[in-house]
């Protein structure tokens, strides 16, 4: 008799264990993850080895990308499985026909780009840049920010002459006065600011949300979904280290980044809380008004639908996430 009971209390015990075991994060193989500078959760998180610990059986290799576009192309053709990009290198990417979803985002950061033009150029307005050189790269959040802010000036595409440079280069133009002005994002946009005290004519409050968005090919999304969970639970708690952090944050940034501190404080200052989830229904509208936007002026080969390639995670899941504070939906 008390040879059943034992058995039945560990088969009870086995049962209860079973959602938890099943909740556990199916951890992959290999994870390479894309990022930029800007990337904040995700330097903190390499800087500290939160993903390392997290899946201690998976081979982790992290790859830093110039801009958006680049990271992109390389998830496309399958050299990583998952990163951040801004707004527009997603609409691009869709529209070219490449394999890739939406799977999380962080909140906007609309006063984290800008149009700079020099300190002592003649240029006062937005209107002003009728038939001027404007350096920004190509299919970045700076391009839909160039879009909306020719438009409240009531300036039309061509009348401007784009000048598509990576952001090192384009900063080159810039202190050359080989262009007239130049769209472009933190941390670029914080380290000229201090370095060449450029005067701002718009940064994207009432443009641009400059959203940041996590992309994963197709594969992942359907192998790995708790996997994709757990990451995002861990940028959102390296965003509460930021927040709660600032100067030690800055120090990890500014090591893995060889930016100076000062830039890194600037661009930190005027970053909100961001913790990472799945993308609500206002998002993806408003992404859908990004692809519109280009699609409108012919910048992509054909319209595009940004919900067809937005992941949908399980419903138990989001419940979960519903009643957790600390991960709720920015």
Not at 84 to 102: I, N
Not at 197 to 217: D, I, M, Q
Not at 244 to 269: C, D, M, N, W, Y
């Amino acid at each position: 008799m008390n040879f059943v009971r034992r058995t039945l209390a560990v088969l009870g015990l086995t049962v209860a264990l079973w959602p938890i075991a099943q909740a556990q994060p199916d951890a992959p193989t290999q994870l390479r993850i894309g990022f930029q500078k800007s990337a904040v959760n995700l330097v903190i998180l390499k800087q500290q080895g939160a993903l390392e610990k997290r899946f201690p059986a998976t081979k982790l290799q992290w790859i830093e990308f110039p801009a958006g576009p680049q990271l992109l192309e390389a998830l496309a053709v399958g050299s990583l499985e998952i990163g951040l990009t801004g707004d527009s290198p997603p609409v691009f990417a869709q529209a070219a026909g490449k394999d890739l979803r939406y799977v999380g985002a962080e909140p906007p950061k609309p006063r984290s780009s800008a149009i700079l033009v020099k300190a002592d150029s003649p240029i006062q307005t937005l209107a002003e840049l009728k038939g001027k050189k404007l350096a920004l790269q190509k299919g970045s959040s700076a391009h839909y920010l160039t879009v909306r802010a020719l438009a409240k000036a009531g300036l039309q595409w061509s009348d401007i002459t784009p000048i598509y440079l990576p952001p090192s280069d384009a900063r080159a133009a810039f202190e050359k006065g080989a262009v007239d002005a130049w769209a472009i994002w933190d941390p670029f946009y914080a380290a000229t600011e201090i370095d060449l005290k450029p005067r701002v004519l718009t940064n994207g409050e009432g443009l641009s949300g400059n959203n940041s968005f996590y992309l994963a090919s197709t594969a992942f999304t359907q192998q790995h979904p708790a996997a994709l969970q757990a990451i995002f639970d861990e940028l959102t708690q390296a965003d509460a280290y930021v927040q709660s952090h600032r100067k030690e944050s800055a120090q990890l940034i500014a090591e893995f980044s060889g930016l100076p501190l000062a830039t890194v404080h600037r661009f930190i200052e005027r970053r909100p809380r961001s913790p990472t989830a799945p993308l609500p229904a206002a998002l993806v509208a408003d992404q859908q008004r990004v692809a519109d936007a280009f699609a409108q002026l012919g910048l992509i080969p054909k319209p595009v639908q940004v919900a067809e390639i937005v992941w949908q995670p399980a419903a138990p899941r989001l419940a979960q996430q519903s009643t957790t504070p600390a991960k709720a939906t920015p």
